[in-house]
């Protein structure tokens, strides 16, 4: 199917301070690939450098530009003097978006239908993240980047944002998950890089791998990483 995304030796400084250190990678089109680390191994900068948010210091990403790019952030802004149904009619005319049945299937698996009339001011925590996903992601994007997607959620929003990411699974579009809670995507993710300290310390295809293997993938490579000397 070829690539959607390819990162080229990519680098960013923050001043003197490395976030990314020269990370390559290939994310093949039709891929849930996820990457994982602790706080502060570079996810979001990576994420931000692949969604053209963030210019890198040194390297450069490719992606094709025949597909849409779709990028649900941590803290995006909803207009909070309108409903989730106000923010969604806003948002899909800020991004053109002309698909209302995927619209729909948007809302209803993130079980946003219920709380359409309700003001964001006074959404909770889950919620409020269910329908920041959906506003970001309205014009149906075929290469979706989803930014620590169940942080803070409760066990019923972890289960509704799964359920979204098996559905674009299942439609075979392109998902870059940044997290720091894998456990939440085993049997879920298909290929899989850990970064630490800005670095990529491991890549490979884990669709055959189950959950408690993953883990262990995942654990041993921060381990081995944090045992070698941090050199810039």
């Given at each position: ?204 295809d884990v669709r055959k791998v189950c959950g408690k293997r993953l883990m262990q993938l995942y654990e041993s490579a921060l381990a081995e990483a944090s045992e070698k000397p941090h050199i810039l």
């Amino acid at each position: 199917m070829g690539d959607a995304v390819a990162v080229k030796d990519v680098s960013r400084y923050f001043g003197s301070r490395p976030a990314l250190i020269d990370v390559s990678l290939k994310i093949r089109k039709g891929c849930i690939f996820c990457i994982a680390g602790p706080n502060g191994s570079g996810k979001t900068t990576l994420l931000s450098i692949i969604a053209g948010v963030l210019a890198p210091s040194k390297g450069m990403v490719e992606i094709d530009r025949n597909l849409r790019l779709g990028y649900a952030y941590q803290h995006p802004k909803l207009s909070e003097e309108l409903t989730a149904g106000e923010n969604l009619a806003f948002f899909s005319q800020l991004t053109d978006a002309r698909d209302a049945k995927w619209g729909k299937n948007l809302v209803k698996v993130l079980k946003l239908d219920e709380i359409l009339d309700d003001n964001a001011d006074g959404l909770s925590s889950g919620t409020r993240k269910r329908l920041e996903i959906a506003v970001s992601l309205l014009h149906n994007p075929e290469i979706i980047l989803l930014d620590e997607p169940t942080a803070g959620l409760d066990v019923e929003s972890t289960r509704e944002v799964l359920g979204l990411v098996k559905l674009f699974k299942k439609e075979r579009k392109t998902v870059v998950v940044a997290t720091h809670q894998l456990e939440n995507f085993c049997g879920i993710c298909e290929r899989l890089a850990v970064l630490s300290r800005g670095r990529l310390v491991l890549e490979r295809d884990v669709r055959k791998v189950c959950g408690k293997r993953l883990m262990q993938l995942y654990e041993s490579a921060l381990a081995e990483a944090s045992e070698k000397p941090h050199i810039l």
